[in-house]
């Protein structure tokens, strides 16, 4: 017989994954439950539509694992995949729902998780768009959820140099992460992308509703080239100190 694996992965809880009776067993009064949040959308010609999805349950993942050494009980959720993305309606295999449509579902699936007995739940995000982070606050207001969201000023200003540039959908930011994460999803073409330096966040200030109105023909703003795998693990471990962080501040103990 070989050696047990007992690395972090192996120990993680993934809800999806547990019969109801492995679920009954825990402490779901303390046990903080983590969902990943992202969308279907557009990233460039070189990142998979499932790009924000990946990078959240990515975060989820690696949070779990710094929680549980902490001493934490810690279950991961499915991701709720769809959501608000009328900024890539324009390409193909992007799928928004409408805002109030996301807001109901996020509200009715943290609703889900308390009526199944976890009174920790923490939403994680990855989809930057206003109206879906609108969404996951408006969901979260009305319930003790707790929202762990890159956009806030706390957490923005100690990601990287793109990200606060607001130049980072599909660019280097994202394209590190998901390298990090799924290398075997981003596309060779990415080396060959030119960089585009549109701060995307501050077209959308302006009015701006299409990711081609702010001038990204291809769905991609910032420096796909740029991206390496050892900046998206970077990127992770200020993600996880940011979950770490909402997680002590709504539940101390």
Do not use: Q
């Not at 993942?61 to 710094?66: D, K, L, N, Y």
């Not at 994680?124 to 408006?138: D, G, I, K, T």
């Not at 990415?190 to 769905?219: N, S, V, W």
């Amino acid at each position: 017989m070989g050696t047990p694996d007992t690395s972090s992965e192996t120990r993680l809880r993934r809800l999806s994954e547990m019969p109801w009776s492995e679920v009954d067993a825990l402490d779901r009064d303390r046990t903080v439950c983590i969902l990943p949040t992202g969308a279907i959308e557009a990233h460039g010609p070189h990142l998979p539509l499932a790009t924000d999805v990946i990078i959240a349950e990515g975060t989820a993942r690696r949070a779990a694992a710094a929680l549980e050494a902490a001493g934490r009980a810690v279950a991961v959720a499915p991701a709720v995949v769809y959501s608000v993305t009328d900024y890539a309606g324009d390409f193909a295999g992007s799928v928004s729902l409408p805002a109030a449509v996301a807001t109901d579902h996020l509200r009715a699936v943290c609703a889900g998780l308390v009526r199944a007995g976890f009174r920790r739940v923490c939403l994680v995000n990855a989809h930057l768009e206003p109206a879906h982070v609108a969404a996951l606050r408006e969901a979260a207001a009305d319930l003790d959820v707790a929202v762990a969201d890159p956009t806030e000023r706390r957490f923005a200003r100690t990601l990287t140099e793109e990200f606060k540039r607001g130049a980072c959908h599909a660019g280097s930011y994202e394209t590190s992460l998901v390298l990090a994460e799924r290398p075997e999803l981003v596309r060779d073409s990415r080396r060959a992308l030119i960089p585009k330096p549109i701060d995307l966040a501050a077209a959308m200030r302006a009015g701006i509703k299409t990711f081609a109105e702010a001038g990204a023909a291809e769905a991609y703003f910032g420096d796909p080239a740029a991206a390496t795998a050892l900046e998206g693990e970077a990127i992770y471990a200020r993600l996880v100190d940011m979950v770490v962080t909402v997680v002590g501040e709504r539940w101390p103990a």
